[in-house]
């Protein structure tokens, strides 16, 4: 199945003594980014809840917002620090000897001064409290991989489509290049007579001419690379849809399985694909190179276009 790298997924759970919630939100990126967010009560248990994201991403700019909160207490205590107090007044205490100063000490004023008063978290979070932040991960995991894969299907569909009209340009080239070299003959050698003013010209000179003309504007190899890579894309996506029907109708059973199948086939189509556009691009730019006719540079002018959006699109491809 083929995911998007855009995707979003929410869950939440609470009882009578907790309150957890998880959301995921993904961008493109060319690599697996995957940023947590947490509060310092649960912080201990972010190498196991990185560990369980990777089972939901393989490429991409993730940032996860987790928020626990406890039902029992507020969670948090406020300290007067009396000590780092002591050392404020005895240094104002100094500036007054020193300069003559008077100052009226008002407790709301002097509870401004850094650390005069903490916050700290007056609970412990158990071990045990890790299977239902994982469950509520798993939740939140499952919708975001929904939304992934519902937007890679439709920008399956939209490249299937890219890949007709890129076709149709290629097929219109092919047409093309024979009266290309037909019409390049019949001028060369009208303009030979003219030049001559008679008509015993060298035949032979002429299609010698029109033959090294036919070779330096020849473009079969690059049309033949551009048909072999628009099959390569609608193969990866036709794979990619048909899979995804596939899998949803398997049982519960083999889900499991057969998903991490499927996200082992697809970890690299957005790479994969990538490429194969690079290669589209070179072989359309060595085709407008080659042409010396209106016709043909206009059509290659929007067989680049096409490739453009398409490379657009599979930047959106985990």
């Known amino acids: 199945m083929v995911y998007s790298m855009t995707?979003?997924?929410?869950?939440?759970?609470?009882?009578?003594?907790?309150?957890v919630v998880i959301e995921m939100k993904s961008v493109n990126h060319r690599y697996c980014d995957i940023g947590v967010k947490l509060p310092r009560s649960i912080s201990r248990f972010e190498p196991e809840i990185r560990k369980r994201l990777k089972k939901y991403v393989e490429r991409g700019k993730v940032d996860v917002f987790i928020t626990y909160s406890s039902l029992q207490s507020t969670g948090a205590v406020v300290k007067y620090n009396k000590d780092v107090l002591d050392q404020y007044m005895a240094h104002f205490k100094k500036m007054?000897?020193?300069?003559?100063?008077?100052?009226?000490?008002?407790?709301?004023?002097?509870?401004?001064?850094?650390?005069?008063?903490s916050i700290e978290e007056n609970y412990f979070v158990e071990d045990e409290e890790y299977q239902i932040i994982e469950k509520v991960l798993d939740e939140a995991g499952k919708q975001f991989k929904e939304s992934r894969a519902k937007e890679g299907a439709n920008l399956a569909k939209d490249l299937i489509q890219k890949m007709d009209e890129?076709?149709?340009?290629?097929c219109q080239i092919e047409e093309l290049a024979p009266k290309i070299i037909e019409e390049y003959?019949?001028?060369?050698?009208?303009?030979?007579?003219?030049?001559?003013?008679?008509?015993?010209?060298?035949?032979?000179?002429?299609?010698?001419?029109?033959?090294?003309?036919?070779d330096r504007v020849a473009v079969d190899e690059e049309l033949v690379r551009l048909h072999s890579h628009i099959k390569?894309?609608?193969?990866?996506?036709?794979?990619?849809?048909?899979?995804?029907?596939?899998?949803?109708d398997e049982s519960v059973a083999q889900?499991?399985?057969?998903?991490?199948?499927?996200?082992?086939?697809?970890?690299?189509?957005g790479r994969r694909l990538d490429f194969i556009i690079q290669e589209m691009n070179r072989e359309a730019n060595t085709t407008l190179s080659k042409s010396d006719t209106l016709s043909v540079t206009d059509i290659g002018i929007n067989m680049k276009t096409c490739i453009e959006k398409v490379r657009e699109q599979v930047q959106n491809l985990e």
Do not use: C, H, W
């Open 232 to 248: 390569a894309v609608r193969d990866m996506m036709s794979e990619s849809m048909n899979s995804g029907e596939a899998e949803a």
């Open 96 to 117: 007054e000897e020193d300069y003559g100063l008077t100052e009226d000490y008002k407790p709301t004023v002097i509870a401004r001064y850094p650390d005069v008063f």
């Open 7 to 19: 995707g979003f997924g929410r869950s939440e759970y609470s009882d009578e003594l907790r309150r």
């Open 185 to 214: 003959q019949a001028k060369l050698t009208e303009k030979v007579k003219n030049l001559l003013d008679t008509a015993n010209i060298d035949e032979s000179r002429i299609v010698q001419e029109v033959a090294i003309y036919a």
């Open 255 to 269: 889900e499991a399985k057969q998903d991490t199948t499927q996200k082992e086939a697809s970890t690299s189509i």
């Open 166 to 170: 890129l076709e149709g340009y290629t």
